[in-house]
């Protein structure tokens, strides 16, 4: 669908150019932290980490670019 290619980006690229530019950027995780397949309580847990460092590293963002995690209950 060619009307849609000027919506298209490489997420990795724009994030971590904006982290370049100092602007803030906010990742958000799926499900929650308990949820976690590495600290939840199996079976009650998803396919898959998610922990902020999970998060960072699936959107392509170093651990050393990122300033403040935030956890909402």
Request: glycine share 12%; aromatic share 10%; no cysteine.
């Amino acid at each position: 669908m060619p009307e849609l290619k000027p919506f298209l980006a490489d997420a990795v690229t724009e994030i971590n150019d904006g982290i370049d530019l100092g602007k803030k950027v906010l990742l958000e995780g799926t499900q929650g932290f308990m949820l976690s397949l590495y600290f939840g309580t199996y079976p009650y847990v998803t396919g898959r980490d998610t922990g902020a460092a999970a998060i960072a590293s699936e959107a392509g963002v170093g651990p050393t670019r990122i300033d403040d995690v935030i956890i909402v209950y």
